[in-house]
């Protein structure tokens, strides 16, 4: 459930704007904190923002295990490019305990064949 009423597509488009920056100060840690919010209220692309955020080496709170669990939930519903950030991940063994190069293919297939 959404953690203070918040509205998951509200929080989804707030996490936008503290991402970018233009309207709102840019702020990573709402924003992933706000795509978090949103990813488990079930918005798909949110759980492909945190995820992009926790894969990015840059940002204070990288978390490439967690970057794995939220590129795969985003995946299985069916998120194209979560698919292929994933099976990448599957392949450096980045994020996962070791290189898993069945998974891996996988889901760059999957990816492959998804058009979004």
């Given at each position: 459930?959404?953690?203070f009423?918040?509205?998951?597509?509200?929080?989804?488009?707030?996490?936008?704007a503290?991402?970018?920056?233009?309207?709102?100060?840019?702020?990573?840690?709402?924003?992933?904190?706000?795509?978090?919010?949103?990813?488990?209220?079930?918005?798909?692309?949110?759980?492909?923002?945190?995820?992009?955020?926790?894969?990015?080496?840059?940002?204070?709170?990288?978390?490439?295990?967690?970057?794995?669990?939220?590129?795969?939930?985003?995946?299985?519903?069916?998120?194209?490019?979560?698919?292929?950030?994933?099976?990448?991940?599957?392949?450096?063994?980045?994020?996962?305990?070791?290189?898993?190069?069945?998974?891996a293919?996988?889901?760059?297939?999957?990816?492959?064949?998804q058009?979004?």
């Open positions: 459930s959404p953690a009423g918040v509205n998951p597509f509200d929080a989804f488009n707030e996490a936008s503290y991402q970018e920056g233009e309207t709102l100060k840019r702020n990573l840690t709402r924003a992933l904190e706000l795509y978090i919010v949103a990813g488990e209220a079930g918005i798909v692309p949110a759980m492909r923002k945190a995820a992009l955020l926790l894969n990015d080496d840059r940002f204070l709170l990288a978390n490439p295990t967690q970057a794995v669990n939220w590129f795969e939930q985003a995946a299985e519903a069916g998120d194209s490019q979560a698919a292929y950030e994933l099976g990448k991940m599957l392949l450096s063994g980045r994020g996962v305990p070791r290189r898993d190069f069945s998974r293919a996988i889901w760059l297939e999957r990816a492959a064949r058009t979004d």
